[in-house]
């Protein structure tokens, strides 16, 4: 069983930043693909980021793409979401996923482990 841990949300003007790390139980963070969820209340669940494996490959949403920047320390076991000029329609609960393989993922039931998520909330 793979744990998933989020941590770094919270409120932030818009404009601002925030930095969001996912930690993961196991020995085989290395060997899969990991996603950048979001959900605001009302609305559907979406992909915002995603990364492949070794790190070498990304996907970004529309809405985020030159905001946002995904990265993973494999040796950590740990994924992070940096989070840049912050706009209220950024306002979510942002969980991190583990892929069902190696390569980047867009489709939330491609990926088979999920984290209890963690609020950001941005103010106007």
């Known amino acids: 069983q793979v744990q998933l841990v989020e941590s770094g949300g919270g409120l932030v003007q818009a404009g601002g930043s925030l930095k969001l790390s996912c930690v993961a139980s196991?020995?085989?963070?290395?060997?899969?693909?990991m996603g950048w969820f979001r959900q605001a209340p009302g609305k559907e669940r979406e992909n915002v980021a995603a990364?492949?494996?070794?790190?070498?490959?990304?996907y970004y949403a529309d809405s985020v793409k030159g905001r946002f920047t995904v990265s993973r320390d494999n040796a950590k076991n740990t994924l992070y979401l940096e989070m840049d000029s912050l706009k209220p329609e950024d306002t979510a609960v942002y969980y991190c996923?583990?892929?069902?393989?190696?390569?980047?993922?867009?489709?939330?039931?491609?990926?088979?482990?999920w984290g209890q998520g963690t609020q950001v909330t941005v103010s106007s």
């Open positions: 996923a583990r892929g069902r393989g190696r390569f980047v993922n867009v489709l939330s039931g491609m990926y088979d482990y």
């Open positions: 990364i492949n494996s070794s790190g070498g490959n990304t």
């Open positions: 196991g020995r085989t963070f290395g060997s899969y693909s």
